[in-house]
């Protein structure tokens, strides 16, 4: 099943996150079940990012959205593992400071993005601010309206420029949530996630799902995609995201670049290098594909013997 086509938010469709079930899980019942065919996306992942950072021509966003609790954290920790910190970096983006508050909403998100042969992983994101600010009204209603259509731009821009953009709300039920808190209570590795905002962050969940059914509703476009993840089941999460990055990036059709050295004068160097290390001849290290090509001759005929 592709779950790039399943949970993709179509164009101009109307959201409604209460229709989608955040503990589905498709046909597979347990983490044991998804392990072989997680195994297999993450070889890929690590595969087509090399590949990427190798051609230097695309670069990918990926957005990850949640509810507090929702798994942003883990999805990157399991699902990013499988990328080379040295193309792939993650920005978290939190209370905006002084400096930030002094430029547009967009400013510290702009110089985020990833350049060519990168891949970047915001955790939350520019969508921030239709969200938080909506809720907590810290604008006002004509200010927050009008940032749908400029983040549609903005992610226009980037897209134009050679950017893949690809946006994954984790999606879980308020029941899930508070199952994740109870465990950062009784887990000591997790207890410093606790924050003084979870509970009352919670009263604001009805608040906070209309705003994000209008972002999924408004901001959904094929040069920048929403896809809803069903997230209770956090194997699941992660095998979903997994496969839509694979099927993303395979979409490119990147290729390695050509080599921009003579590869036959370099082989020849090297083994010329070798033969003078093991006292060889040179001749003797090649492949038979490196061997000299020996010159066709003319094949001399026998004499016909006179009579």
Request: net charge neutral.
């Amino acid at each position: 099943m592709s779950y790039t086509k399943e949970f993709h938010i179509k164009t101009g469709s109307k959201v409604n996150l209460g229709k989608i079930d955040p503990g589905y899980h498709g046909d597979y019942e347990s983490e044991e079940a998804v392990a072989a065919e997680l195994k297999k996306y993450s070889q890929r992942l690590t595969e087509l990012q090399a590949l990427m950072y190798a051609e230097y021509k695309h670069s990918l966003l990926i957005v990850l959205q949640a509810m507090d609790g929702g798994g942003k954290d883990g999805t990157i920790h399991h699902v990013m593992a499988a990328m080379n910190p040295q193309g792939c970096s993650v920005v978290g983006f939190k209370v905006p400071t002084a400096e930030e508050l002094a430029h547009d909403y967009l400013w510290r998100i702009h110089k985020m993005t990833p350049g060519k042969g990168h891949i970047t992983v915001f955790n939350r994101s520019h969508y921030e601010d239709v969200l938080v600010v909506r809720v907590h009204g810290l604008v006002s209603e004509d200010i927050w309206s009008k940032r749908y259509n400029e983040i549609n731009e903005f992610e226009r821009e980037l897209a134009n420029s050679g950017t893949t953009i690809v946006k994954f709300f984790l999606h879980i039920d308020k029941e899930e949530q508070l199952r994740r808190f109870r465990d950062r209570l009784d887990e000591p590795d997790k207890q410093w996630k606790i924050s003084d905002s979870d509970y009352t962050e919670r009263e604001y969940w009805d608040e906070y799902q209309r705003a994000y059914m209008d972002v999924l509703s408004k901001c959904s476009f094929n040069y920048a995609p929403w896809y809803v993840i069903p997230a209770n089941h956090k194997w699941f999460r992660d095998l979903a995201v997994s496969q839509i990055l694979v099927e993303t990036l395979e979409g490119l059709k990147m290729k390695y670049p050509v080599p921009s050295v003579d590869l036959a004068a370099i082989k020849q160097k090297y083994h010329a290098e070798v033969a003078e290390e093991s006292g060889m001849a040179a001749v003797e290290l090649m492949t038979d594909e490196e061997q000299p090509k020996k010159k066709k001759g003319k094949k001399k005929g026998k004499k016909k013997k006179k009579k």
